[in-house]
């Protein structure tokens, strides 16, 4: 008995080693004006950037592009995820945080902590943006 569990507790400390060595729960590289600006013009076909609002824990970013779209980045296990808006888009403001809803229930909402005037400002924008559409 006393065999059977030494054993089962040398495989889990064997797998969780194996894990970390892989990298299998490593967090997604830090992100910045650039890399986000890239990812998005990567990811979405004809995405040409313009202004990056970068969430100040480099935890997500809003990147503005040619044409009046937009793209939501947030992380997604070891990688980033990217999602294009398409009008209208659901956003709300908490005191300095832009609240994004992606309007994909996959992906979900964004909050972004980017200063309560850029919130305000970029929240603005993503609402007239709906209206025109």
Same mark, same amino acid.
């Given at each position: ?8 507790? #040398?495989?889990? /400390? +064997? ?8 990298? !299998? @729960?490593?967090? $997604? %590289? ?37 044409? #009046?779209?937009? /793209? +939501? ?8 995820? !990217? @999602?294009?808006? $398409? %009008? ?43 209206g025109h559409q």
């Amino acid at each position: 008995m006393l065999a059977q569990t030494l054993i089962s507790v #040398g495989g889990i /400390a +064997l797998v969780v080693l194996l894990a970390r060595w892989l990298g !299998v @729960r490593r967090p $997604a %590289a830090g992100l910045d004006t650039k890399a986000a600006a890239d990812l998005a013009e990567f990811t979405l076909a004809g995405f040409v950037a313009n202004d990056v609002a970068l969430g100040a824990d480099g935890g997500g970013a809003m990147v503005s592009g040619q044409g #009046g779209h937009f /793209a +939501l980045i947030k992380p997604h296990g070891s990688h980033w995820a !990217v @999602r294009g808006l $398409a %009008a209208p888009v659901a956003v709300t403001v908490e005191n300095a945080d832009l609240i994004v809803d992606s309007g994909d229930p996959m992906f979900g909402s964004v909050r972004l902590r980017i200063g309560a005037e850029a919130a305000e400002t970029l929240a603005a924008r993503l609402r007239a943006q709906a209206g025109h559409q």
